[in-house]
Structure formats: structure tokens, C-alpha cells
């Protein structure tokens, strides 16, 4: 079992940047791939980025790349989305999740992929 909380989210205008925390604890040594997906009011779950643990290759949304960074940090256990120049179609809640090497089967951008979530954090862009 691996337990996942995010933390960071807020209100930003336009432009401005954002960074969101998520902090895993359990079998962390069994996790494999982590990821982002976030949920505006009315749509579905998609997919914003994901990292492989052992190789640290990225994944971005085309929506947010060149704009948001993913990277794994304090023993690759935190988990970080660093957003720059936020717009206001961003605005979702925000969450964390992960899964473990034996059960990954992929695609990382597809919500059932995944086992471990968080509560989500909330990100407000206004204009």
C-alpha cells in the first residue's frame, strides 16, 4: 500500500506560477511510475504529467508542455509540478497518483492506470 497527499494548490492570476507537492508514504520502494491528472469542473480526469521513478523520464500533456515540469525529489518520495504561466483553462483540481512495478500496465496518461490517489489539491487561474 502506498499513500499519497498533495499539497500547494491556490489561487494565481494568469501568468504567474505555481508550484503542487504530493507527498508519498507506505511501500514507497514498490512505486514505479507517479503522475499528475486533474478534473475541471464538468470533464473528465486527464492526464497532465508522469515520471518514471527508475529512469526519470517525463510525460507531459501536450496542453502543458514547455509550461509545467514534473521531477521526484527527497529520495523520490515528493513529487513535484512546477507551473509557469498558468492560464486560466488550468484551473481543476489537482491529483497525485501512483502505482506499483508489478501492477503498471500503462498508458500513464489514462486515470485506471493507477491504484494510489490523493484528495487532489485545487488550482484557481483567474484572468
Known amino acids: 500500500q502506498v499513500q499519497v497527499v498533495e499539497s500547494g494548490g491556490g489561487s494565481v492570476q494568469a501568468g504567474g506560477s505555481l508550484t503542487l507537492s504530493c507527498d508519498a508514504s507506505?511501500?514507497?520502494?514498490?512505486?514505479?511510475?507517479m503522475a499528475w491528472f486533474r478534473q475541471a469542473a464538468g470533464k473528465e480526469r486527464e492526464g497532465v504529467a508522469a515520471?518514471?521513478?527508475?529512469?526519470?523520464?517525463?510525460y507531459y500533456a501536450d496542453s502543458v508542455e514547455g509550461r509545467f515540469t514534473i521531477s521526484l525529489v527527497n529520495r523520490k518520495t515528493t513529487l513535484l509540478l512546477q507551473m509557469k504561466d498558468v492560464r486560466p483553462e488550468d484551473t481543476a483540481m489537482y491529483y497525485c497518483?501512483?502505482?506499483?512495478?508489478?501492477?503498471?500496465?500503462?498508458?500513464?496518461?489514462?486515470?485506471?492506470?493507477?491504484?494510489?490517489w490523493g484528495q487532489g489539491t485545487q488550482v484557481t487561474v483567474s484572468s
Open positions: 515520471i518514471h521513478v527508475d529512469s526519470d523520464y517525463r
Open positions: 497518483a501512483t502505482e506499483s512495478r508489478e501492477n503498471y500496465s500503462g498508458p500513464w496518461y489514462e486515470p485506471g492506470t493507477y491504484r494510489y
Open positions: 507506505g511501500n514507497t520502494h514498490q512505486i514505479f511510475f
